[in-house]
């Protein structure tokens, strides 16, 4: 196996040799979501960016992988949601008047204001504002955060900003709602918070399905955009509930060995005691060690009130549940794992006391995974034999950012992957996008990002559409180029061009997976290949471009831009990006779209009179249905070569068409329009919206090339918008010169002698109707006489010119 070289973030700096425990075989862990809420592009990111490394270790690299992933279906977020949830139930049972729905939103919009926008309210009360006051308040104290500045006044927008934005606009919905008569649904954001406050002990936690209704329904909402994303599914899935005994033996554990301790029914990781045993601690962030903000992020929104602790680093291994919580029995009393151990507990049984991998997004660094560390090296830790290694590589994928700030669901300034993938992207044009960035740095998608990938994506869709549809002409695709190498011709440029890129792309994904570098790779030798399939001294030979595109077909089929594709990707170009999966086509049905287009395209024909054209004997000799019937009864299942006898027929007699007027043949001019107009209509409309392009070809059949059906339409929409505006600025340029003109002829009307008559400017004029004084009485200046005596004369001649056309 080539010597592969990672970023390793126990190790920062510059990559280092990869070598796993057991020869050709790797052992990873990776964080998986917290199952409270929609994935979104940032989740997308993160797991797409792990789906391409672990696809490149199986299918490039050869190794067998072990994925362990888990979801964490416990935690703070998903309490608090589910909690919210059933108050907000119970609220709307409630008998309000719309007086008290009105007193229960105010008292809550203050609450809210007073917990996440202190800077709105005076410095000992609320009573100044409420709905009439908010807009006031608002300007003027987070006026320089809404013009886009900074808390501090200095630096750029970050998360503290976007966080004061997203509590802004949750005010703004709530003002409007109490302005509007006030209701419980047009002011949640606000409401459930307050709710919580007053009612949270109320609860009854002993029934748990409040929470895993919700954690089993995002489970399978993430599950849906992963196989939506085209990531690979993980060979061991592990869950927190699903661990909770295993988790407190653990701890147990690591209480015996002295390195945690209980207080008030929770159980603390003692980080002194584990340091003064000679282990490290914060060894991926070490300079977050004494973080207090992300010490209480990784602690949970609920622990807050939590004592005991020896330090404030300590953090919980078990936490004591209040009232509202859910609970499970361990020896400290009823309580709920804290949110680091479960990966410990869970990462440990799947794959024992050390792993290869273990991968996450960089926001869980600190405190997320150097607490897991610290606690699974404690639980491992033997004296005497010195610090024990649980994970020898960590990889951190860079977090998407939106305006400076990284997409979260607690900023809510995100896009989910259901929506991004309905209306934004394509599965493939996702990944094509964090193909182009390096998995470990952080990622802003910008409008150049899109354009690159979008072109990327379109360069080799046009290549692979080029080469199949040579091809498909030439006869069939060479069998003996399916082992990617290439027996003659070994001097030829492009045989070379795809050795040296084979061995680039090695090189490339060698250092700690640089897909930015392999993209490039790939281009190169696609813009290469299409130079020489372009070139008519070559042409007669397609092996070499062909060679190019099975290995290119290879590469993209790992790096999971096909979702059709299976290893060991042998195929000949990337199906569509949102495919039906094989197995499920029927062949009748799919082809039906294509079969109805030459049905009706064979009756438009028969229907002309073209007696004397060879046109009548290509209608007699083809049968598309019975090619399709053979392909049938063979087994395919790929949509294109069961759709090709009847675009093949289609293409066929619009080319008859296209050679009976190039003939010469003496036509009808009514026929002959109707003939152009229909061959017209059979490539940019029947084709097209079934995605098949036909190039024309000089004294051969039309080249069928499949290409993206959006992507024609989209094309062919612009190309009649830019004839429109060509239309329009033709027809704006014949009325301007129509009134050009009737302006000349109204102008020419007028007599010379009568062009300064009525001018306010003058006072008297001469027999000529030159002026002679100015309205003020003094003589008419000598320069300006010469002037006025040139404009006269000019028209004197434009007015005779009229007459002598009248």
Not at 406 to 413: F, G, I, R, V, Y
Request: with cysteine; proline share 5%.
């Amino acid at each position: 196996m080539a010597t592969i070289t990672v970023h390793n973030s126990l190790k920062p700096g510059a990559p280092v040799p990869f070598v796993p425990k057991e020869e050709g075989k790797i052992s990873w862990y990776a964080c998986g979501p917290t199952v409270y809420d929609l994935s979104h592009l940032g989740h997308a990111r993160n797991y797409v960016s792990t789906d391409i490394i672990r696809r490149i270790l199986t299918h490039f690299f050869g190794y067998k992988v072990n994925f362990v992933m888990n979801y964490t279906d416990v935690d703070d977020k998903i309490i608090i949601k589910a909690r919210r949830k059933r108050l907000l139930e119970l609220e709307k049972q409630k008998s309000y008047t719309p007086e008290q729905i009105h007193d229960l939103v105010s008292k809550a919009f203050q609450a809210y204001a007073k917990s996440s926008l202190p800077l709105l309210l005076s410095e000992d009360n609320t009573a100044n504002l409420d709905e009439s006051s908010y807009q006031e308040l608002k300007d003027a104290a987070y006026s320089r955060i809404l013009a886009g500045g900074t808390l501090s006044g200095e630096g750029k927008p970050s998360d503290a900003e976007a966080k004061v934005k997203m509590h802004l606009n949750n005010m703004d919905s709530a003002a409007q709602s109490l302005k509007n008569g006030a209701s419980l649904e047009g002011a949640e954001e606000i409401l459930l918070p307050y709710l919580d406050s007053l009612y949270k002990e109320t609860i009854d936690t002993s029934d748990q399905t409040m929470f895993t209704d919700l954690t089993q329904a995002m489970e399978k909402a993430f599950n849906d955009d992963m196989i939506a994303l085209n990531v690979l599914p993980p060979d061991a899935v592990t869950r927190v509930t699903e661990y909770v005994p295993q988790i407190v033996s653990f701890v147990e554990q690591i209480i015996k060995k002295g390195f945690a301790y209980e207080a008030d029914g929770s159980v603390y990781f003692d980080i002194g005691a584990f340091e003064q045993a000679g282990n490290s601690y914060a060894r991926l962030r070490p300079e977050s060690k004494n973080d207090k903000a992300l010490q209480e992020e990784g602690e949970g929104a609920l622990s807050k009130s939590l004592e005991g602790k020896k330090r404030s680093g300590d953090f919980a291994l078990w936490k004591k549940s209040k009232p509202g919580e859910p609970y499970w029995p361990s020896p400290w009393g009823a309580g709920r794992p804290g949110w680091h151990i479960e990966c410990s507990v869970m990462a440990s049984d799947k794959l024992g006391d050390q792993m290869d991998l273990h991968s996450g997004g960089v926001d869980l660094a600190f405190p997320h995974h150097d607490n897991e560390l610290a606690q699974s090296e404690a639980y491992f830790h033997d004296c005497g034999k010195g610090e024990h290694t649980w994970v020898n590589y960590f990889l951190h994928m860079g977090h998407l950012s939106i305006a400076g700030s990284k997409m979260s669901k607690s900023l809510k300034n995100f896009q989910t992957i259901q929506d991004a993938l309905a209306t934004t992207y394509t599965a493939r044009n996702m990944r094509i996008v964090f193909l182009m960035g390096r998995w470990n740095d952080g990622v802003e998608i910008s409008p150049d990002m899109r354009k690159q990938a979008d072109s990327w994506e379109t360069m080799l869709d046009n290549f692979f559409a080029n080469i199949k549809a040579k091809l498909s002409e030439a006869g069939s695709a060479t069998a003996a180029i399916k082992d990617l190498s290439l027996t003659e011709n070994n001097s030829n440029g492009l045989t070379e061009e795809l050795k040296q890129a084979k061995k680039d792309l090695t090189a490339a994904l060698s250092n700690s997976f640089d897909t930015p570098a392999a993209m490039q790779i790939l281009l190169k030798l696609v813009r290469n290949a299409n130079i020489y399939m372009n070139d008519k001294s070559t042409q007669s030979n397609l092996q070499p471009v062909e060679a190019v595109a099975r290995w290119v077909t290879k590469i993209v089929g790992i790096f999971g831009l096909d979702p059709s594709a299976q290893p060991p990707y042998e195929g000949l170009g990337w199906g569509p990006a949102n495919p039906i999966a094989a197995a499920d086509v029927d062949p009748q049905t799919a082809v039906k779209p294509y079969a109805a287009v030459y049905e009706t395209v064979k009756k438009e024909v028969e229907s002309l009179d073209l007696s004397e054209s060879p046109i009548k004997v290509v209608l007699e000799q083809q049968s598309p249905e019975a090619e399709f019937a053979e392909l049938e009864k063979s087994g395919e299942r790929d949509v294109e070569k069961l759709a090709l006898p009847f675009i093949r027929a289609t293409s066929r007699l619009r080319d008859e068409l296209r050679g009976v007027i190039s003939s010469g043949a003496t036509l009808d001019p009514k026929l002959k329009q109707t003939i152009l107009a229909l061959s017209d209509r059979i490539r940019d409309y029947d084709l097209t919206d079934l995605g098949v392009q036909l190039d024309d070809q000089a004294d051969k059949p039309s080249l069928v090339k499949f290409v993206p059906a959006a992507r024609l339409i989209a094309a062919r929409e612009e190309k009649a918008g830019i004839l429109a505006e060509k239309a329009r600025q033709k027809e704006e340029a014949r009325k301007a010169r129509e009134k050009a003109e009737q302006e000349k002829l109204a102008k020419a009307k007028m007599p010379p002698q009568a062009m300064f008559k009525g001018d306010a400017k003058y006072l008297e004029w001469d027999a000529e109707g030159l002026p002679t004084k100015m309205a003020d009485g003094c003589e008419v200046p000598k320069s300006q006489q010469k002037k006025l005596k040139k404009e006269w004369e000019k028209q004197k001649k434009l007015h005779e010119e009229y007459l002598a056309k009248a």
